[in-house]
């Protein structure tokens, strides 16, 4: 079965700091991969995702992940957080195939910017 | 483009009360998603339509949830009657095909 594991539940950076987000994943076959965000009383927004190709992945508001399979990881990085980056985020993988539509997401970090 | 919509936003009821949350998905999208996330707990997928069938709706909790998509656009989910570890964020997500899902803001339901 699948599923997601985000280590962390908080993560503290200083605005201009750079960050990386962990995220390990099972799944049986290649992944489809995602990083979603939630912003305070926002919805879920998508980040950025891998299907197939090449494993760096260039998302919305300068973040990327990295595709590793023999780490079973796709960590979520920016360079120089800014104080708007403040949210949760959300790895998650899926579907799995014809039938099996649900995507499965991790517990979720959420991210705190200090001034 | 419009969004997926969701109503209310927030709820707050009684245990033993109903409500009824709905969604609008992105106009011309077949495929519709419920998916919820209670305190401290990790998004989980409810069901999934296609148009007014049910494709999946393995992770339904219990029979007290009725989810109803008629005429394949909108879709409404009812919990009836409420209990408290009913209280969590309801989100909708659609789709056109497989893989990227669009989410809406979510319905944040209390039930004291």
Redesign the interface.
Known sequence: AQS?TQPDIHITVSEGASLELRCNYSYGATP?L?W?VQSPG?????LL?Y?SGDTLVQGIKGFEAEFKRSQSSFNLRKPSVHWSDAAEY?CAVG?EG???????????TRLHILP | EAGVTQFPSHSVIEKGQTVTLRCDPISGHDNLYWYRRVMGKEIKFLLHFVKESKQDESGMPNNRFLAERTGGTYSTLKVQPAELEDSGVYFCASTAGPNEQFFGPGTRLTVL
Not at chain 1, 98 to 108: M, Q, R, S, T
């Open positions: 997601v489809y995602f979603y926002q919805g879920l927004q998508l995702k299907f959300f579907p014809p039938g099996d539509d649900k995507i499965i997401f991790g517990k979720g």
